[in-house]
């Protein structure tokens, strides 16, 4: 079992994001930029994908950032520090590549801003100049701003809404940098899947190399059960191991957005049974804490 | 009473139309007095042939004979000396091509019932809680990593265990069994008896560490540098092919495993309970005949299907599957669709609508020796179905193999191991099971994993 060590609610509370940090030494030392675990919170639960966001080797913990968007993760996000997660399994997927590009500029939408941050971190530690691109639908849902501030040598800022900063999409500030006289080396950019598709819409048309973050519907995450396969340059791969990261000019990104929808009236009965009755659930975690 | 006058004794079992509503065990297994009449018809044959058809060398005519005085848990001790998984293999393993088939009472009569007997012991000393752990030689101090739980693995790890090492088992997973947990179904298997089979590893002082996916966290070099002397690979055959047609990333269909393991492992025919859903259609086609596609499609009956399509593009001769999953899967009321090969899946809004097959005759044998099946022009259907589950089979999961290069692949990248000690390519490893051998048995899987073990033994020792 994994403990919840630290935990942080982002934004206002209403919006659901957490922070938790959990104790894995070893996944704290073996993890690279881009990775992700698979987690349980119980004895019934789904493995649920979360990418990790930071570790820290010598105190043996890593971070996960996530939005309580269905029962599993607004079950995740009622734990609290001292609770026990079931089973976490990883490090995931394929490492980010980070060499020295040039001129990388990363690009988070929403709860996406959690997963760039690491890659960003990497990036400018590698000697690119860094710059990012975060947007959220409103002023409240906006996270890690001053984290990814210091990921990068410059931060741009925009909301859906004109709430904060400025009004407008991801794309459209992208547009803008485009249109400087520097060249763009890489864009890397982690968001909803139409945000992702936009986005390698237009660097495709200006040639600029595109790396998404894949978010398929998961199950084991080794390679064994293909439910994550999405369609690349033509060709089926598997995101849980051969990705999560892929050419964003090549994803089909209209197949995967399909593919998303396939558990949509299981969710909505699971989070209104939870809601109903969300205390069997949390009595089997007191009950596996209390085994601890 | 001349032997031969006795009838091979049936099992009772669950009745079709009940037991496609539940996802309890089918067969209920033998009662005492029915064991050891089966028993009987054994001619206890000086030079038995049936030992020589089981994998491990079950020693057979002793343990029949102990059935028949009534000495149970005898019995299973008797199995156990070479096969440790007796409840599990008198389940699973394919009795009429391995010791069944040869059974000198088969050519005139139907064969004695050995996976029964074997499955009757090995449940009724489990149940008497009279389950004895043997006595464990001196530790040896010496550390081995086995990675992947499958038979195999719990083999060659239970083998070590026995012969004084200190044993870690690595597995993916959450849980620990392989396939015999992810794959085959509760029906067939209950997990309890995994379970017990793992517990009793424990009992042995085999740790297994789960969530553990090598390759990933630690690669094999790390594991020796972490001080294991030796290490293991029984990671199985767990890649899912597909068939490469035209609309297979629809919503609706899924890998074998896929599906095996939402309900199997994830326990999706509980939702909501359990929290992993699964789609419950009305009508549903299975691709493939071995006992993956009878799994998959008797597994869909129980979630709900009104209809459920076997689709095999060769004939009733060439189906993989035991025997007794076929007879099963018939009674149920699956609908064999032979001689009939998968060529489009049509969609509607992204979803399953029906799949496009045409149908086959048998031609020439083709290398397998099994004739060939060629299309018969303008036969072209629709089969209308909500979900297709393919079934056709699995390669090796390449992650753990890529991280380390020095273990050489064959052509079909399955390690190659030296057929005698089952040594890999790199020093200290050894390798066995599906891995090795491509998607086999249960009982050849426990069979390297022996194997395997004792060359550990022999190259930590000298
Ligand atoms: C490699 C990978 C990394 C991820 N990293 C993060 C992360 O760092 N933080 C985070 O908040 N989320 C992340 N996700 C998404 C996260 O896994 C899902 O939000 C989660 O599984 C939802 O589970 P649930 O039971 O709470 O909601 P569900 O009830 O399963 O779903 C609720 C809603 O979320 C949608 N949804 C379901 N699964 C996914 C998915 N895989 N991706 C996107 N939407 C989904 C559903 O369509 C539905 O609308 C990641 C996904 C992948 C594949
Ligand atoms: C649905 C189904 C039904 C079957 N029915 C029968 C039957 O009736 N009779 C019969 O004899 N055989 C049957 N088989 C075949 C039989 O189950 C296999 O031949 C056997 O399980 C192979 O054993 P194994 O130990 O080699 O591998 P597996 O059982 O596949 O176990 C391998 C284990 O290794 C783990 N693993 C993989 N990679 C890693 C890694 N990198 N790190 C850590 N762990 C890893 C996996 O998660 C898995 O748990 C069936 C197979 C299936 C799929
Ligand atoms: S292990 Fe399998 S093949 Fe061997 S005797 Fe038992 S049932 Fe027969
Ligand atoms: S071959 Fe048949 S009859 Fe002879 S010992 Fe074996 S099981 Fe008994
Ligand atoms: S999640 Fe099962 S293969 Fe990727």
């Not at chain 2, 031969?4 to 009940?18: A, G, H, L, N, S």
């Not at chain 2, 206890?44 to 848990?73: D, H, M, N, T, W």
């Not at chain 2, 994830?266 to 992993?276: G, I, R, S, W």
Request: aromatic residues 6%; hydrophobic residues 40%; glycine residues 10%.
């Amino acid at each position: 079992m994994f403990k919840i060590v630290n935990k942080s609610i982002l934004g206002k509370e209403e919006t659901g994001i957490y922070r938790i940090v959990i104790d894995a030494p070893r996944i704290a030392r073996t993890r690279h930029a881009g990775q992700f675990v698979v987690l349980r919170t119980n004895e019934q639960g789904e493995r649920i994908p979360l990418t990790i966001c930071d570790a820290d080797p010598v105190a043996g913990t890593f971070t996960l950032v996530f939005q309580a968007v269905g029962k599993s993760t607004m079950q995740l996000g009622k734990m609290n520090v001292g609770d026990n997660i079931q089973d976490v399994l990883g490090p995931l997927g394929r490492p980010t590549h980070i060499e020295n590009y040039g001129t990388v500029v990363c690009i988070g939408g929403g709860i996406g801003i959690a997963p760039v941050h690491p890659i960003a971190q990497a990036m400018k530690q590698a000697g690119n100049k860094v710059i990012s691109i975060i947007g959220a639908r409103s002023k409240d849902l906006l996270i890690l701003e001053e984290e990814m501030r210091r990921a990068s040598n410059e931060l741009l800022v925009t909301t859906d809404d004109g709430s904060y900063v400025r009004k407008g999409f991801t794309s459209d500030v992208l547009k803008e940098v485009i249109n400087r006289p520097e060249k763009i080396d890489l864009v890397v950019a982690i968001g909803p899947v139409p945000m992702m598709r936009v986005i390698s819409d237009i660097t495709r048309s200006y040639g600029i190399k595109t790396m998404v973050s894949l978010n398929p519907i998961m199950l084991d995450a080794t390679g064994m059960c293909g439910v994550c396969r999405v369609t690349v340059g033509g060709k089926t791969q598997f995101a849980c191991v051969d990705g999560p990261e892929f050419d964003g000019h090549l994803v089909d990104f209209g197949e995967l957005q399909k593919r998303l929808t396939t558990y949509l009236k299981d969710e909505k009965i699971a989070v209104e049974k939870y809601k109903h009755n969300p205390s069997c659930v949390d009595l089997a975690i007191a009950a596996q804490n209390q085994t601890k | 009473m001349p032997k031969e006058k006795i009838q091979r004794q049936k099992m009772p079992e669950q009745k079709p139309q009940e037991r496609i509503k539940n996802f309890n065990e089918v067969p209920f297994g033998y009662s005492a007095e029915i064991a050891m009449k089966e028993a009987n018809r054994c001619l206890q044959c000086k030079k038995p042939l049936c030992v020589k058809g089981c994998p491990v060398e079950v020693a057979i005519p002793e343990f029949v004979k102990l059935v028949s005085e009534g000495k149970f848990v005898e019995a299973s001790r008797k199995i156990k000396e070479t096969n440790a998984l007796p409840a599990i293999c008198g389940r699973v393993c394919p009795q009429e091509d391995q010791c069944e088939k040869v059974c000198i009472v088969g050519k005139k009569d139907k064969p004695v019932a050995v996976g029964a007997l074997e499955r009757f012991v090995s449940d009724l000393e489990r149940n008497n809680n009279a389950i004895k752990i043997p006595d464990i030689p001196e530790k040896k101090n010496r550390k081995v990593a086995v990675v992947g739980s499958g038979p195999a693995g719990l083999t060659c790890a239970g083998d070590l265990a026995l012969k004084g090492y200190d044993v870690t088992v690595f597995e993916a997973l959450h849980k620990s069994g392989g396939v015999l947990v992810y794959g085959i179904p509760e029906f067939r298997l209950p997990k309890v008896i995994v379970q017990s089979e793992v517990d009793y590893l424990s009992m042995l002082g085999v740790k297994v560490e789960t969530n553990m996916l090598i390759g990933r966290i630690a690669t094999i070099s790390d594991l020796f540098n972490e001080g294991f002397s030796s290490v293991f690979v029984g990671t199985g055959a767990g890649l899912p092919l597909f068939l490469h047609i035209p609309g297979e990333n629809l919503i609706g269909v899924f890998s074998a495993n896929e599906y095996l393991t939402r309900v199997n492992l994830m326990k999706a025919y509980l939702f909501p309970e359990y929290d992993t859903p699964i789609i419950r259609s009305r009508r549903v086609a299975v691709v493939g005949a071995g006992n993956v596609a009878m799994d998959s499609a008797r597994t869909a009956l129980r979630l709900g299907a009104e209809k459920v399509y076997l689709v095999y593009r060769r004939s009733r001769d060439e189906m993989p599957a035991r025997i007794d999953e076929i007879h099963h899967a018939e009674e149920e009321g699956i609908d064999f669709q032979l001689l009939t090969n998968p060529i489009e899946i049509l969609g509607k809004d992204g979803y399953v609508r029906a799949m496009k097959c045409l149908r086959m005759q048998l031609g020439e044998p083709d290398d397998s020796g099994r004739r060939r099946p060629i299309p018969i022009k303008g036969s072209e259907f629709e089969m209308e179905v909500d979900i297709v589950v393919v079934a056709i089979g699995n390669g090796p999961n390449p992650l753990l193999l890529r991280a380390t290069p020095e273990i050489e692949l064959n052509q079909w990248g399955n390690i190659k191991a030296d057929t005698e000690t089952l040594a890999t390519t790199k020093k200290g490893v050894y390798a066995g099971g599906d891995i090795v051998t491509g998607a086999a048995t249960v009982i050849a899987a426990m069979g390297q994993g022996k194997i395997a073990a004792r060359s550990i033994d022999r190259f930590i020792t000298t």
